[in-house]
């Protein structure tokens, strides 16, 4: 397959070198970054999941290959952008390739609604990716699972997203598809953007780790957000997840802490999170103005608020 991929951020480039061992990879940037971007070769130290576990730590070099100006056809374009970046990437793509096809790699908390006044209901999926990670320099220090998550909100987007799994399956990622992908993206969602408004407060995920009553606030303001995504028809029983935040703070709090301080993939996967810092905030605040609209409790998405 011809994939475009939006950007070279730590998505872009994970999936653009787990692709393009398959499949022709290019790089969509703005002009300015084109001279920089094209050609440029860059270190990367990847916890490859799709491995063998002793063969999982690796190290290489990508190329990207880019362009700024769409002028020929593919097969799939995908968007690993901020969730408010989407609608400004998306109407710039469509004026240069209008009958494309998309995997907008993004989370979501509104919807299709704005989607669908750009793009015909067969023209995209959605999904989120499987890994994470963060540049050091000239080196990409991240992960890539062997998994990731896929679905279609549209009986129409089906063929698409039969297209978007064999291709994911030839590189050796096998897509998860839940039966309601939006629902999923939510749940996803409520799992990040209080955290990451706790993260704000330090920019630093061990000084965010120490401040313990800070995480429980963070964890408190899940379980409302949780109860808000319930209001919106999601079915919880689901999500395992939610159960286990359900658990009291004292258990579940050494755990949380254990696992980013010593699973290596987690410490990966997660510095991700303080590269998107604003669209966790963003969203947060989406959240919030929902749940006072509906009128659920939100005693400590209140409290976060205070870190805005």
């Not at 475009?4 to 994970?14: A, F, M, Q, R, Y």
């Not at 320099?137 to 064999?166: R, T």
């Not at 899940?222 to 919106?232: A, D, G, S, T, V």
Request: aromatic content about 10%; hydrophobic content about 40%.
């Amino acid at each position: 397959m011809k994939i475009l991929i939006v950007g070279t951020g730590v998505i872009g480039t994970l999936y653009g070198h787990a692709l393009s061992k398959y499949h022709e990879v290019i790089h969509f940037v703005r002009e300015d970054k084109l001279k920089i971007m094209n050609e440029r070769n860059i270190l990367y130290d990847i916890i490859d999941e799709r491995e063998k576990e002793e063969n999982m730590y690796t190290t290489g070099e990508y190329t990207y290959k880019c362009i700024s100006r769409v002028d020929c056809d593919y097969d799939l374009i995908i968007v690993p952008v901020n969730t408010y970046q989407l609608k400004n990437i998306l109407e710039t793509l469509i004026k240069q390739t209008p009958n494309a096809n998309y995997l907008l790699f993004t989370l979501n908390w509104s919807g299709t609604d704005k989607i669908d006044k750009l793009l015909k209901k067969e023209q995209y999926i959605m999904g989120y990716a499987g890994g994470g990670g963060t540049f050091k320099g000239n080196l990409l220090w991240g992960n890539v699972g062997n998994d990731v998550m896929l679905g279609a909100v549209y009986e129409e987007q089906k063929p698409l997203l039969d297209n978007a799994i064999e291709m994911f399956k030839t590189c050796g990622i096998i897509p998860e598809i839940p039966s309601n992908v939006l629902h999923w993206l939510w749940i996803h969602n409520v799992g990040a953007s209080p955290i990451g408004v706790g993260l704000s407060k330090y920019n630093d995920i061990i000084r965010y780790l120490e401040d313990e009553e800070l995480v429980e606030t963070c964890f408190k303001a899940m379980n409302e957000c949780y109860n808000l995504c319930e209001k919106r028809g999601v079915d919880l029983s689901q999500y395992p997840e939610v159960e286990m935040f359900k658990m009291s703070f004292s258990n579940l709090y050494p755990m949380f802490k254990k696992n980013f301080e010593e699973n290596s993939i987690m410490q990966r996967y997660t510095a991700h999170a303080l590269l998107a810092i604003d669209e966790m905030n963003d969203n947060f605040k989406q959240m919030f103005e929902l749940g006072k609209e509906i009128g659920i409790d939100m005693t400590n998405m209140k409290e976060l608020m205070k870190l805005l």
